[in-house]
């Protein structure tokens, strides 16, 4: 079966506009997470999403950055106003059940800021 | 906030040598997870340990969990090229919880022919 996928898997864009990063989990898993990896700093946690609900927020980096998940499959992340310091790789992984179920991680999306 | 330290951040060793990459943390973890990177992809997992002392072997690579559940290795004997990559050990917080995994910054290790 398929894996995680994400697109686009390359995003360049200016300051300021906006950008939204897509993930298609593995078909049946109920939870899904989006990790941010940047040079030097490893993998942050963003948020993660039991079915459609995000019971935390709160690994956000600021209200620039929202999520949605619908139908219980595919996500989205939207970064508003970008800034220079979002530049990194987005990843999104999906588990079969809720944590601490093993992750599975997607190709993830890079990033630029200019 | 718990934080997993891995050493070393970098590594360059010929084909053939042993080598052991390490991850510490002054919390507890219900599980750590080891995981390999490549450039242009996304983390894959090697390997779960669940349990204090818990030794798992894979191959070549032979991972550790310390008794207290708070620190892990990673050996790899008779390292090969195909070795090469960005090894990243993450946590699962103690007492569960609705978080994503907590990750290292990773060793980046270079094995060369």
């Known amino acids: 079966g398929a894996g995680v996928s994400q697109s686009p898997s390359n995003k360049v864009t200016e300051k300021g506009k906006d950008v939204e990063l897509r993930c298609d989990p593995i078909?049946?898993?109920?939870?899904l997470y989006w990790y941010r990896q940047s040079l030097g700093q490893g993998l942050e946690f963003l948020i993660y999403f039991q079915g459609n609900s995000a019971p935390d927020k709160s690994g956000l980096p600021s209200d620039r950055f929202s999520a949605e998940r619908t139908g219980g499959s595919v996500s989205t992340l939207t970064i508003q106003r970008t800034q220079q310091e979002d530049s990194a790789v987005y990843l999104c992984a999906s588990s079969l059940l809720n944590p601490p179920d093993t992750q599975y991680f997607g190709p993830g999306t890079r990033l630029t800021v200019l | 906030t718990q934080l997993l330290e891995q050493s070393p951040q970098f590594l360059s060793i010929q084909e053939g040598e042993n080598l052991t990459v390490y991850c510490n943390s002054s919390?507890?973890?219900?599980?750590l997870q080891w995981y390999r990177q490549e450039p242009g992809e996304g983390p894959v997992l090697l390997v779960t340990v669940v349990t204090g002392g818990e030794v798992k072997k894979l191959k070549r690579l032979t991972f550790q969990f310390g008794d207290a559940r708070k620190d892990s290795s990673l050996h790899i004997t008779a390292a090969q090229p195909g070795d090469t990559g960005l090894y990243l050990c993450a946590g699962t917080a103690s007492g569960g919880g609705a978080d994503g995994l907590t990750f290292g910054k990773g060793t980046h290790l270079i094995i060369q022919p």
């Open positions: 078909s049946g898993h109920t939870a």
């Open positions: 919390s507890v973890f219900s599980s």
